[in-house]
């Protein structure tokens, strides 16, 4: 049987999943003439911009089951994952159907962490399709960038793409979405923290001179190259109208998400396609995908790969040569 590829799209409520599902649907589909669909697993989800090949809705919709089982929307949702837990072969069934089989997938999950971070049915549902189905799948987490100006949110995030790195155990990617609404310095490049005299600090106890004179804006490439140590201080002073205890605790965890770089971050603006390229990409490192596989044709010097097994692949300017 031919092996199969997909991307499990995963974040929290806001973080753009639906808006970069239809993004690299439209990037893939029409940059890289990569046969490719989407499968809408979110029973709420009532304003897509794309058309689902499978739709979750076709088997059970999450108003229906608040009100069979007098449930709320979250009580609801966790009742849908695990109703399709156990019915996983509708799905499998429809990812064989004309609409899906010998596509590239994106799988569109709900915004509900607790699905895979509480529960084990989303888990079980992504073994079974890699273990016994030859899938080949790889997370993809989206985190709103905005959120990163703020050192307690960014610790959070991290915790957070952790969780489900561990949870869902498979290849993973994480992702600053919406990069395009960060300030941007004098040369065009984002800006994680604005350049604001408002926001220096000096912890107590410090030397000021030594503060003062740090640059108070930060580009994001310092996130997303796993090097914003600089946010442990700032965390420790906001940390400071806390017990002992949790502040300790506080610097510690940010202390590991920083030294041990357990976690990297990519960015993404959806309407740019340098960003999205780079991400499938690396969606294609990871799941080991190779250009041609799902029956790309060959394409010729603009850029592109060359033929199937040359996977992102450049043809050099004036000769036949790969580089």
Aim: net charge negative.
């Amino acid at each position: 049987a031919r092996m199969s590829f997909g991307q499990v799209i995963v974040g929290p409520p806001g973080s753009g999943k639906s808006t970069y599902c239809a993004g690299m649907l439209e990037f893939l589909q029409n940059h890289l003439h990569r046969p490719t669909c989407v499968v809408n697993l979110d029973p709420a989800n009532e304003s897509m911009q794309y058309t689902p090949a499978v739709d979750i809705r076709d088997l059970l919709s999450l108003e229906h089951v608040m009100e069979q089982q007098d449930l709320g929307p979250n009580g609801a949702m966790i009742y849908c994952i695990d109703y399709l837990a156990h019915h996983v072969d509708w799905l499998i069934a429809a990812l064989a159907s004309p609409a899906c089989a010998g596509r590239y997938v994106l799988f569109d999950l709900p915004g509900q962490i607790e699905t895979y971070s509480a529960h084990d049915a989303l888990t079980n549902i992504v073994t079974k399709l890699t273990l016994e189905h030859d899938w080949r799948l790889c997370s993809v987490h989206l985190c709103d960038s905005t959120g990163i100006r703020d050192p307690g949110v960014f610790t959070s995030l991290c915790l957070l793409s952790l969780s489900q790195m561990v949870r869902l155990e498979l290849p993973a990617l994480n992702i600053l979405t919406k990069i395009d609404l960060l300030p941007h310095d004098e040369y065009g490049r984002p800006l994680a923290v604005p350049l604001d005299p408002a926001d220096s600090f000096v912890p107590p106890g410090a030397d000021d001179s030594e503060f003062l004179a740090r640059p108070r804006s930060h580009l994001l490439s310092e996130f997303t190259d796993g090097e914003a140590a600089f946010m442990v201080p700032r965390l420790t002073h906001e940390s400071s109208r806390l017990p002992p205890r949790f502040k300790a605790l506080t610097t510690a965890i940010a202390d590991v998400c920083t030294d041990f770089s357990l976690v990297a971050f990519l960015p993404l603006a959806i309407e740019n396609k340098d960003t999205v390229g780079l991400v499938a990409k690396q969606a294609d490192a990871a799941l080991g995908y190779i250009y041609g596989c799902l029956g790309e044709p060959p394409l010729d010097g603009g850029g592109a790969p060359l033929r199937p097994g040359c996977a992102w692949r450049r043809r050099r300017a004036g000769d036949g040569r790969r580089s």
